[in-house]
């Protein structure tokens, strides 16, 4: 199966901080990847996508950095709220199949 | 809200027992992805439905199947269920087979006793 790992499995950050998520995946030939923000009981929910031919892709507070050469992928969030708090997974596409990651535990402290 | 609902949100069962977890996709969405959530593990691919024709396999028991009927919707079937089966079970729909984003449902959380 295909690999795809997380650098830290927490983070803690001051609210107003930004953020940066990292996430390293194994598969050379993934040209689709997404982050996902899943709060408690709830259903991961699509952040941002960015696809093999881009290396950066920015949506609101969030930008999403793509670097192929070592198959490493990060999301940074800007001025981290309260509400950012959560799991975050960075999910690979090879084919027609996604590879999620364990997911990286945000904590924004007040 | 995804626009992926999931019923039941909740199942408690016994062991050896059957159990079957629904999904409705996003309007539109053809594709219907099934996932479990243990705790502490990653989203596990099970099973992929297009227009009603499995498109893909993952780490799905014998034990375990789903179908994708007419109107889009799909169930997936869980029977001799075991300790180990209690997880999330996440329905997910996109709206082409390839390199779009997944929307989930908030899933459905089954306890085995």
């Known amino acids: 199966g295909e690999s795809v790992g997380l650098h830290l499995p927490t983070l803690s950050v001051q609210e107003g901080d930004n953020s940066i998520i990292n996430c390293a995946y194994s598969?050379?030939?993934?040209?689709?990847f997404i982050w996902y923000k899943q709060e408690s009981g709830k259903g991961p929910q699509f952040i941002i996508d960015i696809r093999s031919n881009m290396d950066k892709r920015q949506g609101q507070r969030v930008t999403v950095l793509l670097n192929k050469t070592v198959k490493h992928l990060s999301l940074q969030i800007a001025a981290t709220q309260p509400g950012d708090s959560a799991v975050y997974f960075c999910?690979?596409?090879?084919?027609?199949?996604?590879?999620f990651g364990t997911g990286t535990s945000l904590t924004v402290i007040p | 809200d995804s626009g992926v609902t999931q019923t039941p949100k909740h199942l408690i069962t016994a062991t050896g027992q059957r159990v079957t977890l629904r999904c409705s996709p996003r309007s539109g969405d053809l594709s219907v992805y099934w996932y479990q959530q243990s705790l502490d593990q990653g989203l596990q691919f099970l099973i992929q439905?297009?227009?009603?024709?499995?498109?893909a396999k993952g780490n799905i028991l014998e034990r375990f199947s789903a179908q994708q009927f007419p109107d889009l919707h799909s169930e997936l079937n869980l029977s001799s269920l075991e300790l180990g089966d209690s997880a999330l079970y996440f329905c997910a729909s996109s709206g082409t087979p390839y390199n779009s984003p997944l929307h989930f449902g908030n899933g459905t959380r089954l306890t085995v006793t």
């Open positions: 999910a690979e596409n090879t084919g027609n199949q996604f590879y």
């Open positions: 439905y297009y227009n009603g024709e499995e498109r």
């Open positions: 598969n050379s030939a993934s040209d689709y």
